[in-house]
T-cell receptor
Framework: KAGVTQTPRYLIKTRGQQVTLSCSPISGHRSVSWYQQTPGQGLQFLFEYFSETQRNKGNFPGRFSGRQFSNSRSEMNVSTLELGDSALYLC?????????????FGQGTRLTVV | AQTVTQSQPEMSVQEAETVTLSCTYDTSESDYYLFWYKQPPSRQMILVIRQEAYKQQNATENRFSVNFQKAAKSFSLKISDSQLGDAAMYFCAYIAGANSKLTFGKGITLSVRP
């Protein structure tokens, strides 16, 4: 069974640009969550999607958005990039959704904003 | 708000020895789950062990076990017979409710001395 796949693995962008990150969950998983990991703030929850609907959202500005497609693949978008957006972005999938489900993580996308 | 605290930023253990990583949490929920995740240099988060709050028995997975003290809101991880491959960052995490939002501690870097 293939794991969670995140693309690209590395990305360098310039301030003011926008970026789209992709996450393909484990087959059959309908819940996809996104996390931002930085040395200063640690791991912070961005949002969760389940069956193409955003079910939960963290405390991030509106520049951070996401969506989920009918095949459960998810994308997150960051517009008007800032230097502080440099981070490792992790995606996790689980099924069935809920606290009893183990979250399986991808290897992340390392975003560097210059 | 739920919080997870890992007060030790770094720890070191001799190979084959035992080490305990500490974690405390704060919640008003009665039904929740606690996790320890391992993040090696490859950056992929791997679930080490899970504890259901309603279970009094401490979870065990091979060399990994927890000491769950619900009243004290403490959840420590014991690694027995430490191996070089155990060197990684370890995160304590909490989840409750009907969604999949994980709240993480800041993490602890564990090094294993040969």
């Amino acid at each position: 069974k293939a794991g969670v796949t995140q693309t690209p693995r590395y990305l360098i962008k310039t301030r003011g640009q926008q970026v789209t990150l992709s996450c393909s969950p484990i087959s059959g998983h309908r819940s996809v969550s996104w996390y931002q990991q930085t040395p200063g703030q640690g791991l912070q929850f961005l949002f969760e999607y389940f069956s193409e609907t955003q079910r939960n959202k963290g405390n991030f500005p509106g520049r951070f958005s996401g969506r989920q497609f009918s095949n459960s693949r998810s994308e997150m978008n960051v517009s008007t990039l800032e230097l502080g957006d440099s981070a490792l972005y992790l995606c996790a999938s689980s099924s069935p959704a809920g606290q009893r489900a183990e979250a399986f993580f991808g290897q992340g996308t390392r975003l560097t904003v210059v | 708000a739920q919080t997870v605290t890992q007060s030790q930023p770094e720890m070191s253990v001799q190979e084959a020895e035992t080490v305990t990583l500490s974690c405390t949490y704060d919640t008003s929920e009665s039904d929740y789950y606690l996790f320890w995740y391992k993040q090696p240099p490859s950056r992929q988060m791997i679930l080490v062990i899970r504890q259901e709050a309603y279970k009094q028995q401490n979870a065990t997975e091979n060399r990994f076990s927890v000491n769950f003290q619900k009243a004290a809101k403490s959840f420590s991880l014991k690694i027995s017979d430490s191996q070089l491959g155990d060197a990684a960052m370890y995160f304590c995490a909490y989840i409750a409710g009907a969604n999949s939002k994980l709240t993480f501690g800041k993490g602890i870097t564990l090094s294993v001395r040969p």
